[in-house]
């Protein structure tokens, strides 16, 4: 998982640079930058005047943790190019066996493939060998590409201006963007080309609506602020608890535990606060997850009082532990944890960086077994029914059923992926 974005036309350079800092909360283990001068494809932060540039930041789900790996840069024969894409690639070593990680592979591959066969048919046949998904926007001599994962289970925007077009993989980094469709290839140059990669059923990730996109951002057409906010509404009309106020993990659960409270006519409190230079803590390195430097209580807000903590996901568990042990501390009488989606028990192959069953606080396990684990008094999550409900039949839910859109194996893949240096 992470963050793409590309710029073609007037002030390319700057573009990009502010596209990067909207797309932050996608990575921020590093930033890459690539850029066109006269003609060649450069690594390195661009000229603010530069015609065409890309941007990455960086949230690994393979390669080693806190570096900037993309964009790649890959010369084959006489074509250069350099790539950054959003996801993960199973099978990458099968796309190039020299390649230390899927990033490096994509690149390698879609050079060598649009050098032997032309650019349309060469993207047609790298997207034809990948299992994963991969959202991506590639640097060329002549211009920007741009392609949407044939499943959408990454998401892709764009925009036109005067100035030229610009592209992010999210709405919110784009002024007036639209969501580009699945399977769908874009080159932009001295003129635009477009075609199809073979698109499947789309499967946008349902971890993009829950947690990981910005909640001014759309996806699929709907503000994601929007979903939340039904999320939480919808795990509120089963409940049976006593409360007094609704607090909730910051800070992508906000929308659901305000969705919640109204639904319950409590209120909402800011009792758990986060220190607003810590980044997000899921996405971090494993030696940086250190919720108890990160978060802070507020006291008076709990206090003698039955609360309610809600938050968009259940994954490791370890975030919230130390959280509802900071509550109770702090002097809640309960704390009753309520997730705005269902039990994770299954690795996510897609872009996310929990890829074996054993880092999964519910694979194995019961919800009253969780429940145990991370010291709530109470725990339920939505239901899978009120979830697809909400989010519909064109959602990757994979890691909630186990069922992926490629029919992949879990074991292979976890092996696969196991072999990753970290």
């Known amino acids: ?109 879609l050079a060598r493939e649009m050098w032997e066969r032309g650019v349309v048919e060469g993207v047609q046949e790298v997207y034809k ?28 925007a764009l925009s036109h201006d005067i100035d030229g077009v610009k592209i992010a993989s999210e709405t919110v980094a784009l002024e007036n963007g639209i969501e580009l469709a699945p399977g769908i290839a874009i080159m932009y140059g001295d003129r635009i080309s477009t075609w199809k990669i073979d698109p499947k059923p789309m499967r946008l990730c349902a971890l993009e609506y829950v947690y990981f996109a910005h909640p001014a951002s759309k996806l699929g057409g709907r503000l994601v602020a929007d979903v939340r906010k039904a999320l939480g509404r919808a795990l509120a009309e089963d409940e049976t608890e006593e409360g007094d106020v609704v607090t909730y993990v910051p800070e992508t659960a906000r929308h659901a535990a305000l969705g919640f409270a109204k639904r319950l006519g409590l209120e909402v409190v800011d009792a758990v606060v986060k220190n607003r230079f810590s980044g997000r803590l899921f996405i971090r390195p494993p030696s940086e997850r250190k919720p108890e430097e990160a978060f802070y209580v507020v006291r008076d807000f709990i206090e003698k009082k039955r609360v309610f903590l809600i938050d968009d996901s259940l994954i490791r568990g370890t975030n919230i532990k130390a959280i509802i042990w900071m509550l109770k501390k702090a002097g809640a009488t309960k704390v009753h944890v309520r997730i705005a989606s269902p039990p994770i028990r299954w ?65 292979w893949a976890e092996r696969e992926l196991s072999r990753n240096f970290k």
């Open 129 to 156: 060998r990948i299992v994963g998904a991969a959202s991506l926007v590639a640097l060329t001599p002549w211009g920007i590409l741009a392609v949407r994962d044939p499943h959408g289970i990454r998401p892709l």
């Open 347 to 411: 690795p996510c192959f897609y872009g996310m960086d929990f890829q074996k069953r054993t880092e999964l606080v519910a694979w194995g396990r019961d919800v009253e077994e969780v429940r145990e684990i991370i010291g709530a008094d109470t725990l339920r999550y939505i239901s899978m029914e009120k979830f697809r409900a909400i989010l519909g039949d064109v959602v990757c839910y994979s890691c909630f059923t186990g069922v992926y859109p490629h029919g992949i194996d879990i074991d």
């Open 1 to 109: 998982m992470c963050g793409i974005g590309a710029a073609w036309g007037k002030g390319a350079g700057a573009a990009v640079v502010k596209i990067g800092l909207w797309l932050s909360h996608r990575g921020h283990e590093g930033v890459g930058y690539a850029y066109l001068e006269n003609g060649a494809v450069k690594l390195g932060k661009p000229p603010e005047d530069t015609q065409a540039a890309l941007v990455h930041v960086r949230y690994s789900t393979s390669g080693p943790y806190g570096v900037s790996l993309q964009p790649v840069y890959v010369k084959y024969r006489d074509l250069e190019i350099a790539v950054a894409f959003n996801g993960t690639i199973v099978n990458f070593r099968q796309l190039d066996n020299t390649a230390s990680f899927d990033g490096e592979a994509l690149a390698k591959s």
